[in-house]
Structure formats: structure tokens, C-alpha cells
């Protein structure tokens, strides 16, 4: 890291740590859970985590709202 750099969670912006937490994790959550219906299980290493799995939902259109 650069010199003066801070490790610590405190180093995020306010508007990195709003959209982390509305966007982000919800998003994140949502695919894996989406991901498992689709048959993706960590457990036996079968399937596969799949961001298409999002394409046209709720998640996905508020965040291009937001650009």
C-alpha cells in the first residue's frame, strides 16, 4: 500500500460504504441464493455462482437507475 495508507474499514468513503451496504451485499445475497436454486452447491462443489442469474431483476434495475 502507499505510504500513509490505512487498512482499517474507516479507509471507505460514505458513499462506498451506502452503496456496499443497499447494493452490494442485497446483490451479492441474492445471487448466491438464486445461484443455489439453479442447482449451485458449495458443499459438494457442484455448480457454479452466476451474476446472469440477476439479468432484469429488481436489484440490477435500480442500480442503473442510479448511474
Known sequence: MGKG????????????KLIARDLLYPWWDEMLEKSRAEGWNPEKGEGKVRAGVLEGGDKVNKLIKMI
Open 5 to 16: 495508507a490505512n487498512n482499517s474499514a474507516d479507509s471507505f468513503t460514505p458513499w462506498f
